[in-house]
């Protein structure tokens, strides 16, 4: 145990006591032995081909016991080192719990973003893999049964579901919000008086002698029919959109259990539904009309499948979960306190002019003063009122600002993540694990070997065989074997071998 070891990380060399490596059992250094692969015995020390700066907090958590964060690698890179070591990242010592969360965090806005980007795979062949096992036609797709329905459905379906996929796309979304932008307007212009006309009704009244006395009325009012014939043009773009989109969807129950689809085809039913209710009911109940009419206007949220910044806002709101059921829980429990004392506190002194009948009454008021809106309609006119009024407004304003940093903090990270993706190359160079580049090199061999034992006997010779290089096609992220072999020159003293890689 007292025997010294000699360790070799990335080239940087550190000693140490077997005792000391002793400390944490079932690790990778705890079972070091000189019959291991990776030992040196003429230079007697283990060579780990591992980042050095983190195996330096590695080795001295075996020394002290403590494992702390280094500030100057990447959290994911921390916890992949980790976990060649055997070891956990939960042993972190508590003053970097901090970032390590932080890296976890950003990790986790990473994959949000992820699923965000429709186009994230460069490769053709994988991005089409992908699509195939989104339809769920992998396996016919990898035994090569490829349909003319299998080549259009996802093409019709990127059209209206992905605006970023194609420029056609593009264009068929910018008509979507187009259409989307003329109904709400619409909508929104037909309830303006000056777009209204009078709906009258006559009556006539017959007077003593006989004169008849005529009589017009104005009842109420309805907009204009240029309105109408708006609201039927764009009502037919979303018929066919939703159509189009539920024919060519990859799967009817992901469709039916998407938000923003439910949203689509309820407005769209309400258009009909108003429509024959109109043309079939003679005296239509005006509420259930208008409540029909209000459900189009939730049409604005499908404005955030066609922009990203709409999209991050709802993320950062469900990252943000926690925070707002928190703010929601102490402005109810702040609203219920301050109405109970002002209802009590306006009734301990004369006051003629009392506004708090009830503590419901209370809650209004209690409601409006937290949020710092403060209608006037209700006033405390006493002085204990005025003193809970005062106490209520301070406390709405902390109880406000408190959990808004972290909301924002949270935006800020998906925002500034969103961006540097956007400035990011798309084509990035690929890196081959280890294991396959040894398997390369021993398919290599192989095929040289033969050669090579014929070389030796017959003298001189060029033997030209088609092989399996280790050739990186930086465009198309993939090996390539096309065109290329390799000739050997073999002497009859050679030891080794020399390869000629042509193109």
């Given at each position: 145990m007292d025997e010294r070891i000699v360790l070799n990380v990335g080239g940087v060399r550190h000693e140490t006591y077997q005792a000391t490596l002793k400390k944490i059992p079932a690790t990778r250094l705890s079972r070091l032995t000189p019959s291991l692969a990776n030992f040196d015995p003429l230079l007697n020390e283990y060579f780990f081909d591992r980042h050095p700066a983190v195996f330096s907090m590695i080795l001295?958590?075996?020394?002290?016991?403590?494992?702390?964060?280094?500030?100057?690698?990447?959290?994911?890179?921390?916890?992949?080192?980790?976990?060649?070591?055997?070891?956990?990242?939960?042993?972190?010592?508590?003053?970097?719990?901090?970032q390590?969360?932080?890296?976890?965090?950003?990790?986790?806005?990473?994959?949000?973003?992820?699923?965000?980007?429709?186009?994230?795979?460069?490769?053709?062949?994988l991005r089409e893999q992908d699509t195939m096992k989104k339809f769920g036609w992998e396996e016919d797709y990898f035994q090569g049964k490829r349909t003319r329905w299998m080549k259009l459905k996802p093409q019709v379906w990127s059209l209206f579901d992905e605006p970023y996929s194609s420029q056609a796309a593009k264009f068929i979304a910018g008509i979507s919000v187009l259409f989307i932008f003329i109904s709400i307007f619409s909508f929104c212009l037909k309830t303006h008086q000056s777009f209204r006309l009078p709906v009258l009704t006559g009556q006539n009244i017959t007077m003593p002698g006989g004169f008849i006395q005529s009589s017009i009325e104005r009842v109420s009012t309805e907009p204009l029919p240029i309105?109408?014939?708006?609201?039927?043009?764009?009502?037919?773009?979303?018929?066919?959109?939703?159509?189009?989109r539920f024919v060519f969807c990859p799967s009817k129950v992901r469709f039916f259990k998407s938000p923003?689809?439910?949203?689509?085809?309820?407005?769209?039913?309400?258009?009909?539904?108003?429509?024959?209710?109109?043309?079939?009911?003679?005296?239509?109940?005006?509420?259930?009309?208008?409540?029909?009419?209000?459900?189009?206007?939730?049409?604005l949220f499908k404005l955030t499948q066609h922009?990203?910044?709409?999209?991050?806002?709802?993320?950062?709101?469900?990252?943000?979960?926690?925070?707002?059921i928190l703010l929601v829980f102490f402005l109810i429990l702040g609203i219920v306190i301050f109405a109970a004392l002002v209802y009590y506190a306006e009734k301990m002194e004369a006051n003629p002019n009392n506004q708090f009948q009830s503590i419901p009454l209370g809650l209004w008021w209690a409601i409006c003063t937290m949020t710092t809106v403060g209608y006037g309609d209700m006033t405390p006119h006493t002085s204990f009122g005025r003193l809970v009024g005062s106490l209520c407004a301070v406390m709405g304003v902390l109880t406000i600002a408190l959990p808004v940093p972290v909301i924002v903090s949270n935006f800020a990270m998906f925002y500034s993540h969103n961006q540097a993706r956007d400035k990011l190359p798309k084509r990035r160079r690929r890196v081959l694990p280890v294991e396959q580049i040894r398997l390369q090199a021993r398919r290599h061999a192989a095929v040289l070997e033969p050669s090579a034992s014929q070389g030796g006997?017959?003298?001189?010779?060029?033997?030209?065989?088609?092989?399996?290089?280790?050739?990186?096609?930086?465009?198309?992220?993939?090996?390539?074997?096309?065109?290329?072999?390799?000739?050997?020159?073999?002497?009859?003293s050679e030891t080794a071998i020399t390869t000629t890689v042509i193109s």
């Open positions: 001295n958590y075996y020394r002290t016991g403590k494992l702390h964060y280094p500030t100057d690698v990447c959290g994911p890179l921390f916890e992949e080192e980790l976990q060649y070591w055997g070891l956990d990242a939960s042993d972190t010592e508590p003053c970097c719990w901090m390590l969360l932080h890296a976890k965090d950003t990790q986790e806005t990473l994959a949000v973003l992820d699923r965000m980007d429709a186009d994230h795979e460069d490769d053709p062949q309105f109408g014939q708006i609201e039927m043009l764009c009502n037919i773009w979303f018929t066919l959109e939703l159509i189009i923003l689809n439910m949203i689509d085809l309820v407005a769209t039913l309400s258009f009909y539904a108003d429509a024959m209710m109109v043309r079939v009911v003679e005296d239509e109940p005006k509420d259930v009309v208008e409540f029909l009419s209000m459900i189009r206007i939730f049409r922009h990203q910044g709409l999209q991050i806002l709802i993320h950062t709101f469900r990252a943000s979960a926690k925070e707002l006997l017959g003298g001189n010779s060029a033997v030209r065989r088609r092989n399996m290089p280790i050739l990186i096609d930086e465009g198309t992220n993939s090996s390539s074997t096309t065109g290329v072999d390799t000739v050997v020159k073999l002497g009859p």
